[in-house]
DNA sequence: TGTTAATTGTACCATCTAGTTCATTTGGTC
DNA sequence: GACCAAATGAACTAGATGGTACAATTAACA
């Protein structure tokens, strides 16, 4: 555990004299923030405790970030364009409609199971009636184009006769979301009332051939 | 909006002489409590706000309930309970197997959407993993009783060849509780992502029927 | 009516917490 | 190498916050 003994300081602390690094610091700033306001909210997280787990100090984060919640905001605006990142890597539109939606309803599922960190970021902002997305410019000029690409390939199944008509995009996209955000965001409360751990290996592959098949049960003519 | 002259003092505190009244404290504290904890979550209520908006003082609140921690363990107690309640009032084994789905989906999906505070109060004890439902004897004996009354509303209906065979009762109650408490959990993230307003009446109805047809869908043979 | 345990109010405190002040170092530029 | 804006560190502070000490009042009961 000892550091080599030319080490300025055995204390990760970084020496008296430092070498500028902007970026560096605003993403290590960044990324210790995120697991604190994932693990304890926007109340629960600790600037002090931000600080100290970062390789720089208090001070950076209110010099780049202004306040605790202009913090808070840069983690939820880069998780949100992670998002975006991710349905734009889908390309629903050169695949047949039923593929398409099984394709989204599994990418979905295993998005939000692969990434509880985003899960609970959106459980945090929603307890906070999303007043910071809403005040966000960032994710206001984001644009996430699910709905539009749900539309696309629904109306394409529906004119192949393999989805029934008169079903909104929107309906769509929120029965996909609620079956996987679900799955990870009451998994604590549905392990201790059912004794059922949802996060198990089994349990999660049984429960996203459901997700997928209970979406195109919804869609089918 | 000034009392009677008489009155020992104009604040809506309770004069130096009172009348001793237990539970009558012990409620107030624990509405007041829900009301914040279900608008602030656990980090992010306040005790001495809690105090003062109720008819009696800080001292009461530690008095009855220990600490902070105790306080909220009440408040989430009081909310099991009532739900147990609820699950009591459904009598689903008198009803035919698709009436029965049908009743469960459309009354679990209103229980939410009527109350917000409920799906609140899970979120925040999510994001803190549930660990005070675990550590609370009066949930753990609760036996919350969903998953039975589903499984024999289930089989009866794949005995009489309505619903296909396969499906675990979990998974059913699984099914139906996401999209009834997505649509209330996130209510104010899709507001902002989409524009859409979910607690609308028109919206409420229509994705009442749409969690209903889901349900009857998954189930069907 | 005297005794005592259960309740309640007031004032207080130790600690935590978000945010700041002040001083210093770095690195690009002329 | 002198100058200056950007970047960084260490120590500090005002106010908030969970929790307590102390004292008083009430109500049941012998």
Redo the contacts with the bound molecule.
């Keep these: 555990m000892s550091k080599a003994a030319s080490a300025p300081k055995a204390t990760g602390?970084?020496p008296?004299?430092?070498?500028?690094?902007?970026e560096g610091?605003r993403r290590n700033i960044l990324a210790v923030a995120k697991e604190e306001f994932v693990e304890n909210g926007l109340s629960g997280?600790?600037?002090?405790e931000i600080a100290a787990r970062t390789a720089?100090?208090?001070?950076?984060i209110?010099?780049y970030f202004g306040?605790?919640e202009g913090l808070y905001r840069a983690v939820l605006e880069e998780m949100y364009e992670r998002i975006r990142g991710f349905e734009r890597s889908l390309d629903l539109a050169s695949l047949p409609p039923v593929e398409a939606m099984t394709l989204l309803a599994g990418f979905t599922f295993d998005y939000h199971a692969e990434n509880p960190d985003f899960v609970r970021l959106v459980m945090v902002e929603n307890i906070h009636h999303a007043r910071h997305l809403a005040t966000s410019d960032r994710i206001a000029s984001l644009n996430l184009s699910a709905i539009d690409m749900i539309r696309e390939a629904y109306e394409r199944g529906v004119a192949a006769g393999l989805f029934r008509p008169g079903i909104e995009a929107l309906d769509i996209h929120l029965t996909i979301s609620a079956l996987a955000f679900y799955n990870v965001s009451n998994r604590a409360s549905i392990r201790q009332v059912f004794g059922h751990d949802m996060g198990a290996p089994e349990a999660l592959v049984r429960r996203r051939a459901a997700a997928i098949d209970t979406v195109l049960r919804m869609l089918r003519a």
């Design positions: 602390r970084r008296a004299s430092w070498t500028q690094d902007p610091v997280a600790r600037v002090d720089t100090s208090k001070r950076m209110y010099y306040d605790k």
